[in-house]
């Protein structure tokens, strides 16, 4: 049976951690993130786990000592926000293209400056053509049930590339829900045992790893890379169907809230989407076709999947927690933008930029995009309308 619990999402991917027990953990503490080591690390010191947890002097170190971990053939994983995961930076792309299938619990918080600590898409959404797989969660639930996935759809022979499970920091982190735990043993039977192909520590097999890339042969290793992500959309769709199975908790590529029919879309990622699905129900009540797509995985990107569900929209709000300064919108207003243009779509669109640094936002402000998007079906969109911030002082 399903085990009823109230957790942080800190302490629900902490719990899955338990769970799993990896081989090797380095990390060094970053806030909203710092509670993962310290959960793992007091599971190792209660013999709870036997992961081997490395306390390392930064996060660039933490990275280096996962992916020499991941290279000897252990199951790995760390956790980092901000900052640090810019600190990791150079890292993360060798881990990519060194097609290691490290988990990285990556609670969001925005990249300094200013010096915040709330919660921010741009950290990752910075990372987004490292190479690694990106998932977010919207509430604690699944931000649990995504890394009890993560190794599965990391280590499939298809994929083999690293992983990142994204939850919003402090919104997501901190606060306390009521979710579903499923039992150890399931968990241990789901994720199984690790059994690397290639790896440094097998005798058989002597190899280098991270070999200096000469022009003949770099290209068709970034190419193989390049098919991994492609090959890894369908790997997370089977995981997931899975994992139904066990948990009867459906995901895929995004989630479609009340978008069958609807004329007025909004699409966003993370924990807003919660708050913009009860905006959909009350102007649903109203008669309005209002609809949400929630993007639960933006590496590899599902761009003709997501242009397929928006196809009948008049008009269609993209919201971004990150600033890309481009003077047109964030990272999902310009991939997706691009997605609607190449497969067709007739849609008005706005971009808009929401909750940096940690900013609010509410159910009415949802309503008056949900009103926007009604007259710009109608009237179409002006320059001033398009790219602009919800609930700022102007």
Known sequence: MAIKERMSGNEAVAYAIKQINPDVMPAFPITPSTELPQFVSNYVANGQIDTEFIPVESEHSSMSAAIGASSAGARTLTATSSCGLAYMWEMLYVAASDRLPIALACVNRGLTGPLNINCEHSDSMGARDSGWIQIYAENNQEAYDNFVMAYRIAEHKDVMLPIMACMDGFITSHAVMNISLLEDEKVKNFVGEY??????LNQNEPMAIGPYGVSNYCMEAKRAQAQAMINSKQVILDVAKEFEQISGRKYGLFEEYKLD??????????????????A???LREQGVKAGLLKIRVFRPFPAKEMAEALKNCKAIAIMDRAESYSSNGGPIAAELGAALFKYKSKAEVLNLMYGLSGRDITVEDFEDIYKDLADVAVNGVDDEMNYRYIGIRE
């Open 195 to 200: 059994k690397p192909e290639h790896y440094l």
């Open 261 to 278: 029919d609807a004329d007025y879309a909004v699409v966003a990622i993370g924990s807003a989407c919660g708050t913009a699905k009860d």
């Open 280 to 282: 959909v129900d009350k």
